[in-house]
């Protein structure tokens, strides 16, 4: 079955602090990778995806990505987490003869001053 | 404008109301997607049009109608929905290319719907 299982469903961190989410994906082609961010009341904006090429992938605001075939996974990093970065974070898989993404259950981010 | 915008941003509406929702891309894609988006649920993918025509029906009940006139217009014309109807609703565009490879989904902010 297709699936994205994003396991932590809530995280804390301190401001300044590093930050990784996770993201395992199983999917039976060759996956197409998203992350995307959605702030309270807002739509879902693009934070980074990987389609082929280096594994390591850099987004917008700092972000970075990194995909592991062999582990099935597509977590986020981002080395120093500010306040603005409070938001929930959902991972995305596509690829193949399809242009649907399936989504995980997010990952809501709080930031502690 | 630029980008995926949807109106209105804000809907309550009776459960005999009818309304629509609008999403307009302004990117040149020839796909377009409805999503569902509810408290503590995953995003749900409602329906699915390329190239005006739909090719996804998530099994949507019928009180939800999709219609794409054009490749740059989307609505979700609504009737007799229930309470548990009230959630986000995204539209989402995308360029679909030979073979149907996925590409990269824009999302619109989404309208707010609250079914009394």
């Known amino acids: 079955a297709q699936s994205v299982t994003q396991p932590d469903i809530h995280i804390t961190v301190s401001e300044g602090a590093s930050l990784e989410l996770r993201c395992n994906y199983s999917?039976?082609?060759?996956?197409?990778l998203f992350w995307y961010v959605q702030s309270p009341g807002q739509g879902l904006q693009l934070l980074l995806k990987y389609f082929s090429g280096d594994t390591l992938v850099q987004g917008i605001k700092g972000f970075e990505a990194e995909f592991k075939r062999s582990q099935s996974s597509f977590n986020l990093r981002k080395p120093s987490v500010h306040w603005s970065d409070a938001a929930e974070y959902f991972c995305a898989v596509g690829g193949g003869a399809t242009n649907k993404l399936i989504f995980g259950t997010g990952t809501l981010l709080a930031v502690q001053p | 404008e630029t980008g995926v915008t949807q109106t209105p941003r804000h809907l309550v509406m009776g459960m005999t109301n009818k309304k629509s929702l609008k999403c307009e891309q302004h990117?040149?894609?020839?796909?377009m997607y409805w999503y569902k988006q509810s408290a503590k649920k995953p995003l749900e993918l409602m329906f699915v049009?390329?190239?005006?025509?739909?090719?996804e029906n998530n099994s949507v009940p019928s009180r939800f109608s999709p219609e794409c006139p054009n490749s740059s217009h989307l609505f979700l014309h609504l009737h007799t929905l229930q309470p548990e109807d009230s959630a986000l609703y995204l539209c989402a565009s995308s360029q679909v290319h030979r073979g149907g490879r996925t590409d990269t989904q824009y999302f619109g902010p989404g309208t707010r719907l609250t079914v009394l």
């Open positions: 990117l040149g894609h020839n796909a």
């Open positions: 999917y039976g082609a060759t996956p197409y």
């Open positions: 049009y390329n190239f005006k025509e739909q090719t």
